[in-house]
Antibody, heavy 120, light 107 residues
Framework: EVHLVETGGGLVQPGGSLSLSCAAS????????MSWVRQASGKGPEWVSA????????FYADSVKGRFTISRDNLKNTVTLQMTNLRAEDTAVYYC?????????????WGKGTTVIVSS | DIQMTQSPSTLSASVGDRVTITCRAS??????LAWYQQKPGKAPTLLIF???KLESGVPSRFSGSGSGTQFTLTISSLQPDDFATYYC?????????FGGGTKVEIK
């Protein structure tokens, strides 16, 4: 069974940094792109970032470009979202999601999410 | 970025009703569109991809159609487990974008 577990969320002050991690199991990790999607309370999902299976390409939403960095370790089956210069509007539940094995960027498995709160 | 607009934002329906949700893209996305279901406090789950292809394990009462800029998600006979919020997502181009959601409520 495919399983994604996010960790690393918490309370951070504006301007601070946080690193989220996603541990994957149940599939050939290196064969799949991975994505991060966030959802503020009461709002719809917002795509944040994605990375190809070989890390050859990374993609970012304009709202996080230059502040967030996505990376992956195919030996440890983990994907990481390094977040810097955090703002109040980054407060959300952050989901790790597996991109379809087809290579097209719909997300067929999601983790349960980890909560990030940016507040002083 | 491609904007995704869903309608209605809320829909009240009864068990057994046929329900249709619409998603419109601000520019053509071919059939690169997915539909997700989300229940309170849970992550979204994939229902439909490539506009009309049913994800494995999803009941056949769910169906999707459309291409270009207009898409629909149809639930042929609403079941108690289907009361949830539904989102469309385009993956024609980055940035990936989601619709604002349609909440299906009990009438």
């Amino acid at each position: 069974e495919v399983h994604l577990v996010e960790t690393g969320g918490g309370l951070v002050q504006p301007g601070g940094s946080l690193s989220l991690s996603c541990a994957a199991s149940g599939f050939t990790f290196s064969n799949n792109a991975m994505s991060w999607v966030r959802q503020a309370s009461g709002k719809g999902p917002e795509w944040v970032s994605a990375i190809t299976g070989t890390s050859s390409r990374t993609f970012y939403a304009d709202s996080v470009k230059g502040r967030f960095t996505i990376s992956r370790d195919n030996l440890k089956n983990t994907v990481t979202l390094q977040m810097t210069n955090l703002r109040a509007e980054d407060t959300a539940v952050y989901y790790c999601a597996k991109v379809s094995s087809s290579g097209y960027y719909h997300m067929d498995v999601w983790g349960k999410g980890t909560t990030v709160i940016v507040s002083s | 970025d491609i904007q995704m607009t869903q309608s209605p934002s809320t829909l009240s329906a009864s068990v057994g009703d046929r329900v249709t949700i619409t998603c419109r893209a601000s520019q053509g996305v071919s059939t690169w569109l997915a539909w997700y279901q989300q229940k309170p406090g849970k992550a979204p789950t994939l229902l439909i991809f490539e506009a009309s292809k049913l994800e494995s394990g999803v009941p056949s009462r769910f169906s999707g159609s459309g291409s270009g800029t207009q898409f629909t998600l149809t639930i042929s006979s609403l079941q108690p487990d289907d009361f949830a919020t539904y989102y469309c997502q385009q993956y024609h181009s980055f940035s990936l974008t989601f619709g604002g959601g349609t909440k299906v409520e009990i009438k």
